[in-house]
């Protein structure tokens, strides 16, 4: 199962995707892809591990004075088919 958290301050917005699999982790890459290339905006990514054998991929947007992110991170829990989020 896929997580999902998103965090948001005044011009800054990060969404974090937790998997295990590494079926997961290609469909999480593939998705990210197919999103972020139809948008203008680009975000800083990385990854890192976590406990329990799982890692983590973080996507940010820093300037984001229109708050054009959220509407992107939407995309992308939609393609996902998350339903929650924290």
Known sequence: ????????????SRL????????????VTKCLNGV???????????????SNGKEVLVVEY?????REAGGIF???LCSLDIKECN
Request: glycine letters at 0%; charged letters at 45%.
């Open 62 to 66: 820093h300037d984001d004075v229109c």
């Open 16 to 27: 974090s995707l937790a998997y295990e699999s590494e079926d997961e982790k290609q469909k």
């Open 74 to 76: 939407e995309d992308i």
């Open 1 to 12: 199962m896929i997580d999902a958290e998103v965090r948001s301050e005044e011009r800054f």
């Open 36 to 50: 972020i290339e139809k948008h203008n905006m680009k975000p800083e990514m990385y990854t890192t591990k976590v």
